[in-house]
């Protein structure tokens, strides 16, 4: 803002006027009392040295309030690098991402999730180096999956039923499509939208499936609901190349297919193109003619021939878009394991800064030592959290971001909120009267220490965010914190452990 750099020059006048007229009010009475002391030269001496160094502490207290408020040096957004476009830059990005996830690794403690990241990051690179192509089958229980899988691969290899979830588990088959270079494979997925828990379980395995296909085929069996709709949509989203399959159309007569095939073209453009809607009969109904039954052959030439003439055309830059999101998304995991590691090592550098702060405001409860003990503790958490997350800072620097905070929480009016809610809970938790020292001195230490942690937590989110507050700034920041320790019902539990631990009022 403008107006900052005229606030702080009208408050460094300020601050000159008090100094000029202080030292004009020290001189002539230091001079009185020189002139009254001038028989005795020590302390004539004496008197001037105070002088001199009551000013020489004024003028470094002056300077150091005007080095807090100075203002931040603007940063200036980089424009963010174009995505990938060509086939090798998309390879090359790939290769990137696994690169980076190398090193992230390296930072995960957990064996296990590293592990688990390690197999799919080889599974990847695997992948990238001898591509193969992926084609999920996705949909809807009892909308004939399994059925379209059978009639494509030309032979019976899934179970099909009238009933949902017939499809419990994943599975995968070899798919032989002559003209395309790379091996090909079909997935057979559980259906979607299915109640129950196991219903739930065997949809993220499907919506799992999804996201790592190369080409997905949307099977439904009428028109779409939108609770079918969504998962495409998002689906979509993140870029997956699919075709949408109108199954079991024996049942329906030709005037009700075209109408159906038409008003399905219409709902789903433009996520799905209208030539990507297609008609089929996976396993068409018996027919009854005479006294015998003919059993008609499956219509899913135009499917089949469909994906052959995608996978042609398509087939290697869907493979490098779909590595490319799946090292993308593999970094964003290790990202998210990465920073609840943090978390986890944070809460434990918060969790004893609360209870140093506790035990030393207990132990000196004067306003004035409280203050200064707060502020040095508080700055030393905020330097090791601060390391933490990879953000080098020296004690003064810690000392600059605590006050800043402090004088937060005092605006907020935390300060004397913290101590009234300490107040009631000792009185309810520990069973003591709210009067005299012993009193006094846990209601502050407890209220310091819960004070320790907003600011903690605070801290944490200005780290995460790479050391800003956010559009809301500190304050909203502060007022997150404050609403979830209160929901956490954290301070109850807090003063109930110190009144043990520290005050010995149990």
Known sequence: MRTVPYLRLLLLLALLASFAGLIVWLIQSFLDLYYATRYHPILGGLLIGVLVLLLLVFLAASIYYLFLFRPAPKTERLPRPAPPATPAEKWEAARR???????????????????????????????????????????????????????????????????????????????????????????????????????????????????????????VDGDLRRSEVDPLRRLIALGKRALLVLNKIDRYTPEERRLLLQRLRERVYPLIQPEDVLPAAAAPAPVQVGSQTWQPEPEVAVVRDRVQAVLYAEGGSLALDNALLQSQQLGEEAKRIIQAQLRRQAEEVIDRFQWIVTGVVFANPIPALDLLAIAAINAQMVVELGSLYGCKMNLQQGRELALSLAKTLAGLGLVEGALQLTTGLLATVAEVSVVGFLATAPIQAASAGYLTRIAGKSFIEYFQRNQSWGEGGMQAVVKAQVESAQKSGWLKEFVRQASERVFRLR
Not at 120 to 132: I, K
């Open 97 to 219: 991402n696994l690169a980076q996830l190398e090193a992230q690794m390296a930072q995960i403690q957990d064996q296990v999730a590293r592990a688990a990241l390690a197999e799919r990051s080889a599974r990847l690179a695997q992948q990238l180096a001898q591509p193969q192509l992926k084609v999920v089958v996705f949909g809807t229980g009892s909308a004939g999956k399994t059925s379209l899988v059978n009639a494509l691969l030309g032979r019976r290899v899934g179970a099909v039923g009238a009933t949902l979830g017939t499809t419990q588990a994943v599975a995968v088959y070899d798919w032989d499509l002559p003209g395309i270079p790379h091996p090909v494979q079909i997935v057979d997925c559980p259906g979607i939208l299915e109640i129950g828990p196991a219903g739930a379980m065997r949809e993220e395995e499907a919506q799992a499936q999804a996201q790592a296909a190369d080409l997905l085929l949307v099977v």
